[in-house]
């Protein structure tokens, strides 16, 4: 996603960010800005797991308990409603927001991704190993193993920050997503 006006307007929050004192890696506030903005320009289709943008049959997935969008933006708008932030501070609590977006992320491969959403789709209800590979008949072929071996992953998976959290949990056979 190359946009000049989107690029000139983070290299100018970097810049005052850094004449602030604060120091930032552009490249992080970068992508974290343009993932951000594109999954923001399409409301009805944010979602706690997504496509990188940049990296091919790679998704990210955000725990909600890691990421409270309604809170993180309601902050922001009532402060903007009542009149109290100047450019700079809404400017610092949206980098702030988009730092922890980026740094709570999970990297999922592709059949990581495909198990977790429909995992995640099918919240509150668990699945079976069955279940599961009967829902993805229609889409693709997995086998009792691989499903298994893909859930497994799942349930002990590093974010980008390096803390350690699962995504899937198992009981007596019965698979559901955590907090996805």
Request: glycine residues 4%; negative net charge; contains cysteine.
């Amino acid at each position: 996603m190359d946009d000049p006006d989107l690029d000139s307007r983070i290299a100018s929050i970097i810049n005052a960010l850094e004449a602030a004192g604060l120091t930032v890696e552009p490249t992080l506030i970068h992508d974290a800005a343009v993932g951000v903005a594109h999954e923001l320009a399409q409301p009805d289709r944010f979602r706690a797991i997504h496509a990188s943008l940049n990296e091919k049959h790679v998704s990210y997935a955000i725990r909600d308990s890691d990421l409270d969008l309604v809170r993180e933006v309601g902050a922001v708008a009532a402060a903007i409603a009542a009149g109290l932030p100047s450019a700079a501070s809404v400017i610092v609590g949206l980098l702030v927001f988009l730092v922890r977006y980026r740094r709570k992320r999970i990297r999922l491969d592709a059949d990581q991704a495909v198990l977790l959403k429909l995992l995640s789709e099918s919240r509150p209800a668990s699945c079976s190993i069955e279940e599961i590979i009967a829902r993805l008949a229609q889409s693709r072929r997995f086998s009792a193993e691989q499903v298994t071996s893909v859930l497994a992953s799942l349930k002990s998976v590093v974010q980008v920050d390096g803390n350690v959290t699962a995504l899937v949990g198992e009981d007596h056979g019965l698979w559901r997503a955590i907090d996805v």
